[in-house]
T-cell receptor, first 113, second 110 residues
């Protein structure tokens, strides 16, 4: 599997601000995804980051709140906009190349005050 | 009803014991089944991947899938303190979308 890094690893933000999370993969991958892992809950898929086009969002997630970019096959960003304390969570990117297996990055731990 | 059910535990066992983890699911379309291990403050790490029903063994780890019962299991033999982590089951139909269980926290006592 590819090596995935995320920046920042953690952040504490104020209500109403926005944070952009970066995901870098060390090789070209077919698909990239963004997940949210809220405290004590399972991972939930936010969207699929499509290279060169708009992301595909899952039910309950919208582009205005979670804009995503994927300018090439190794990099993607997720922005959490107009944050509230309910957005406090771990945000994870993952990649899939070939089979169904997905491999995850280390995550970004976000706390919104 | 959640699509994937997993007992969150916590589960505490002595070193050397067999750890038994399981998940049930409701979507009969699921064909791909995975177990991830997540250490504290780390991302999930893929442990086992199986397609359809049957068993798969990898070292101390054995994954079982019973599609007729919609039930999957993970067994860890000769457990070690380094196995202490949260274990997540995940599954998928014939597309990319993974559905996760809530995770079971396991502590192996030295």
């Amino acid at each position: 599997s590819a090596v995935i890094s995320q920046k920042p690893s953690r952040d504490i933000c104020q209500r109403g601000t926005s944070l952009t999370i970066q995901c870098q993969v060390d090789s070209q991958v077919t698909m990239m995804f963004w997940y949210r892992q809220q405290p004590g809950q399972s991972l939930t898929l936010i969207a699929t980051a499509n290279q060169g086009s708009e992301a595909t969002y899952e039910s309950g997630f919208v582009i205005d709140k979670f804009p995503i970019s994927r300018p090439n096959l190794t990099f993607s960003t997720l922005t959490v906009s107009n944050m509230s304390p309910e957005d406090s969570s771990i945000y994870l990117c993952s990649e899939r190349t070939g089979g169904t297996e997905q491999f995850f990055g280390p995550g970004t731990r976000l706390t919104v005050l | 009803q959640k699509e994937v059910e997993q007992d969150p535990g916590p589960l505490s066992v002595p070193e050397g014991a067999i750890v038994s983890l399981n998940c049930t699911y409701s979507n009969s379309a699921f064909q791909y089944f995975m177990w991830y291990r997540q250490y504290s403050r780390k991302g999930p790490e893929l442990l086992m991947y199986t397609y359809s029903s049957g068993n798969k063994e990898d070292g101390r780890f054995t994954a079982q899938v019973d599609k007729s019962s919609k039930y999957i299991s993970l067994f860890i033999r000769d457990s070690q303190p380094s196995d202490s982590a949260t274990y997540l089951c995940a599954m998928s139909a014939n597309d990319y979308k993974l559905s996760f269980g809530a995770g079971t926290t396991v502590t192996v006592r030295a």
